[in-house]
Every structure is written in structure tokens, then in C-alpha cells.
């Protein structure tokens, strides 16, 4: 098969929507396991610091001190919500936003300059 304009953009539509899937599923996966693994301990007990003892720690780690830092404004702004600031699921959704702001970039700046494949 010869890979021109034609059979790239389906490609990259199938690609596409294939991510759109992979993103419906990680936001509907967290509310299926429950289970609190051992790293998300670690960062459930890490968002309780204040924000100077979070930095020391993650500074001494191999942990991003920014990560933590928007776990914890997100945290807080879903105690704003009602939602209690212990909510596992919280956690799994901030860290699945970048990858609907990957997908949205994607779509509206990557693929009008270079196209569905890239």
C-alpha cells in the first residue's frame, strides 16, 4: 500500500479517534478501580503538606514539584465543590486534563500546519 495524501489522512483520522477512545476510557477506568495503590498513597500524604515542606520533599525525590503542586490547587478547588479532598478519583482526573489539552492541540494547531498523520 502507497502512503499518500489520501491513505495519511485516513490514517491519522483512525488515529485520532482511537485516542478519543483511549481518553473516554481513562476517565471512566478510575471509577472502576478503587484500589489505592502505593504511590498514590505516597501522593494523597505528599498534598497534605504545605506547599514549602511539598517542594523540600519533591526536591529531595525524583517526583516533579509542579505535578504536586497542581494536584493540590486541584484538590482544593474540588473541596470548593463539595468533593471530599480525599477523593482518589480527583487525583486520577488531574492527571488525565493534559491529555485532553494534548488531544485539542493536536486538532486545531498540529494538524491544520502538518496534517492528520503527524
Not at 482544593?76 to 479532598?85: A, K, M, T, V
Amino acid at each position: 500500500m502507497e502512503f499518500n495524501s489520501k491513505n495519511k489522512e485516513i490514517i491519522g483520522k483512525a488515529f485520532f479517534a482511537l485516542s478519543f477512545v483511549i481518553l473516554i476510557y481513562m476517565f471512566v477506568t478510575p471509577l472502576n478501580h478503587l484500589i489505592l495503590h502505593v504511590d498514590e498513597y505516597f501522593t494523597l500524604t505528599i498534598v497534605n503538606f504545605n506547599v514549602g515542606d511539598l517542594i523540600n520533599t519533591t526536591a529531595a525525590d525524583v517526583h516533579p514539584p509542579l505535578y504536586y503542586l497542581i494536584l493540590k490547587f486541584g484538590m482544593y478547588l474540588s473541596g470548593l465543590f463539595g468533593i471530599s479532598s480525599h477523593n482518589l478519583y480527583v487525583v486520577r482526573l488531574v492527571s488525565i486534563i493534559p491529555y485532553p489539552i494534548i488531544m485539542a492541540i493536536s486538532y486545531l494547531k498540529i494538524r491544520k500546519d502538518y496534517g492528520w498523520l503527524t
